[in-house]
């Protein structure tokens, strides 16, 4: 695989993954959380929480990136404060990760909602009745209960966050090695001339990994969902 | 002993209820809509009436005035709800095991080897509650109340969901834990056969209100509290199985006098509790002669209530116990039956259902 990528193909491949995997893993606390509140509680605000959520999946990637920039940039508002403790998103990586992990929320936290929906508030009521505090409910019933729903999420949102492009490069740039994930990448191999084999070989990775991660989440869901249902 | 007193609004529909259920168990029993389920709910915590206090001897779990309100996991219930309710996602092994997790390390608990014995379950533990029968679930679920170590044991219509069969194979699970366990159980039911086999108290609603409560035999037998209906009425009595006779009929001995119903399984010696149904039961003046049914029972009248329709309930206190008769209001009129007056009630011996016949005494 080495041999047949090159090494700033091979770059951009392990780039996506590692921006990817901590975009993933970091937000999913965050989505199982909202994803919680959005389907157990009612709340003022809730509709415009819900709304917050879902308008990266709305808006033109270009404009969530341009936000980001705005918020998250050394002299923004957050990023100002942020850059004073030695935390800089901006033209980094982990930057990438947070374009990635915005635009991949809305598809995570929608999976998660909707398999919470699903858990019959009576076993959590019998649950309580058990003994269980809310905490435990939540741990032994609703969680494991959800589960199917939050691996096909997370993988979801993992597959979403490899094909990001717009708010990434709008929001950190196309920088080699930092920033230039594989869509960045291949975009770049095809501004220049002779890039279209170096792109092709990005193109496949892609479809691979896509396929891979669908292919995943089906077999993890259907195995989840076979203990969960019984027999 | 458990004392209950709540009010409640909603959807107007109103409950003001107050009584007390001493060990045992106390059936909560009147038509649907009465408001048996939501004082259960308010006992377990998973409603919170408007007004009113619960307390379990000095165990205070509900107290408005004082303003104790303590949440369902703190209340150390075990709850068996009409649909079993097991964790799909756990076998049957830890859905027993999920209550003891949560009690507190000094509590009194069950041996689960014992609870898993008493209910049959043994050959189930390792499976989900996806492959269980009706049956099965239902079992499990006492079982899984049971383990929790609690005080007090809710049950909310646990057969209500289940066939014929099925009950007649759970309700000896409860006439088990009624008479082995110390656990008082709260039971709710709108059915007449199961509160005559499992009551050890009976509270009686009717439209949100106590309409009586007391012992078992007394409420059933007291034709002016009928909660389910004048259809339904039907005594309890106790009776002592005497011997088997070899044409397939059980002779039993109801204070004094012989009953004889179709062949029993319990063993001569066991005592057992016997509903007879209001409309199984025939009134005469003189004792019949050249009669085919076998069960005659001598008594006198306590009380006549004319129902609506064309019917009447005739109580009448006999050396067997109470026994109610339904009537035609004609018939109560053309034999001048009136309280004091001697009557027979005559009972066919094939009318008793085994459904109605439960181990235990009624005292």
Do not use: C
Not at chain 2, 163 to 174: G, M, T, V
């Amino acid at each position: 695989m080495t041999d047949w990528l090159g090494p700033e193909e091979w770059r951009a491949v392990a780039l996506s993954l590692r921006v990817s995997f901590w975009a993933t893993l970091a937000s999913l606390p965050f989505g199982i959380f909202i994803a919680y509140a959005l389907a157990r509680w009612s709340f003022p605000g809730k509709q415009i929480l819900n709304g917050l959520v879902h308008l990266p999946l709305i808006l033109p990637p270009v404009v969530t990136g341009y936000l980001l920039l705005l918020l998250l940039g050394t002299r923004g508002p957050i990023g100002g404060i942020l850059a004073d403790w030695g935390i800089v998103f901006a033209f980094r990586w982990t930057g990438a990760a947070v374009a990635a992990a915005v635009m991949a929320f809305p598809l995570m936290v929608r999976a998660i909602r909707l398999s919470i929906e699903a858990v019959d508030p009576k076993l959590e009521q019998a649950s309580a009745t058990l003994g269980a505090s809310p905490g435990w409910v939540f741990l032994t019933v609703t969680l494991p209960m959800a589960l199917p729903g939050i691996v096909a999420g997370t993988i979801l949102a993992f597959a979403k966050a490899m094909g990001e492009f717009g708010a990434t490069i709008t929001f950190v740039s196309n920088i080699p090695g930092q920033t230039r994930t594989i869509p960045s990448a291949i975009y770049a191999f095809l501004q220049v001339p002779g890039g279209e084999g170096s792109a092709m070989k990005l193109v496949i990775v892609s479809i691979v990994v896509a396929m891979g991660a669908l292919f995943l989440s089906e077999v993890i869901g259907r195995r989840v969902a076979a203990r969960v249902g019984g027999a | 002993m458990l004392d209950v007193s709540l009010r409640h609004d909603f959807g107007g529909f109103s409950l003001d209820a107050h009584f007390r259920a001493p060990a045992g168990v106390t059936v909560l029993f009147g038509r649907s809509g009465s408001g048996k389920t939501t004082i259960v709910n308010a006992v377990a915590g998973l409603l919170m009436p408007d007004a009113g206090r619960i307390a379990a001897n000095d165990w205070v779990l509900l107290d408005t005035d004082a303003g104790i309100r303590l949440r369902p996991h703190r209340r150390r219930l075990g709850y068996i709800f009409q649909e079993g309710r097991l964790f799909p996602h756990l076998t049957v092994r830890q859905n027993l095991a999920y209550g003891a997790w949560f009690a507190p390390k000094d509590a009194a608990r069950e041996d689960m080897g014992k609870v898993v014995e008493l209910l049959g379950i043994g050959h189930l533990l390792d499976r989900r509650p996806g492959a269980l029968s009706g049956g099965e679930k239902s079992r499990v679920a006492i079982g899984r109340a049971l383990l929790s170590a609690p005080r007090l044991i809710l049950a909310d219509e646990p057969l209500a969901a289940l066939d014929e069969a099925r009950k007649a194979e759970i309700l000896p699970y409860f006439e088990r834990l009624r008479d082995e366990v110390s656990v008082p159980i709260l039971y709710v039911s709108h059915s007449a056969s199961e509160v005559a086999r499992l009551a050890t108290t009976v509270v009686a609603l009717d439209a949100g209100r106590v309409v009586a409560q007391g012992p078992a035999a007394e409420i059933l037998g007291d034709p002016a509290v009928l909660p389910t209906g004048a259809r339904e009425a039907g005594a309890v009595l106790t009776a002592r199985v005497a011997r088997h006779h070899d044409d397939g009929l059980s002779e039993l001995d109801a204070g004094g006098i012989p009953l004889f119903l179709p062949r029993l399984a319990q063993v001569p010696g066991s005592t057992l509790r016997i509903r007879i149904a209001a409309h199984d039961v025939i009134l005469s003046r003189t004792r019949p002669e050249g009669l085919s049914a076998l069960n005659i029972l001598p008594g006198t009248i306590r009380d006549i209530r004319p129902g609506e329709g064309p019917g009447a309930i005739v109580a009448l206190d006999t050396d067997a116990g109470r026994v109610l008769a339904r009537i035609t209001r004609r018939s109560a009129t053309a034999l001048g039956l009136e309280a004091g007056a001697r009557v027979y009630a005559i009972i066919k011996t094939v009318s008793v259902a085994a459904s109605d016949i439960g181990s235990g005494s009624t005292g």
